[in-house]
């Protein structure tokens, strides 16, 4: 099982972004899907969910409006819109399958001042 985060960069205030994470040794379709972050000093925070099937979506209040979660399981890709960022958004993004502990290496977001 492998989770390969991508998109990550640097990006003012304001700016969006979009992250992949492309999946192998899965079948993504039968699985939920999750994003998280950890900002610096802090602990991981589940940022987004997608259940398989996409029929339910969780999104952490701190980011709802601003961040998507989405998911193509025909490219065993998921994805993590962000749009309007601040500078609290300034972290690593880990991609996760969901009540498993297979986790990627995570993708850097610098979000300039």
């Known amino acids: 099982v492998q989770f390969v985060e991508s998109g990550g960069g640097s990006v003012q205030p304001g700016g969006s972004l979009r992250l992949s994470c492309t999946t192998s040794g899965i079948r993504l379709i039968d699985y939920s899907m999750s994003w998280y972050r950890q900002p610096p000093g802090k602990q991981c925070a589940l940022v987004a969910r997608?259940?398989?099937?996409?029929?339910?979506?969780y999104t952490a209040d701190s980011v709802k409006g601003r961040l998507t979660i989405s998911r193509d399981d025909a490219k065993s890709t998921v994805y993590l819109q962000m749009n309007n960022m601040t500078s609290e958004d300034k972290t690593v993004y880990y991609c996760?399958?969901?009540?498993?502990?297979?986790w990627g290496r995570g993708t850097q977001v610098p979000v300039s001042s």
């Open positions: 997608l259940t398989n099937g996409a029929s339910t979506n």
């Open positions: 996760k399958r969901y009540g498993f502990k297979d």
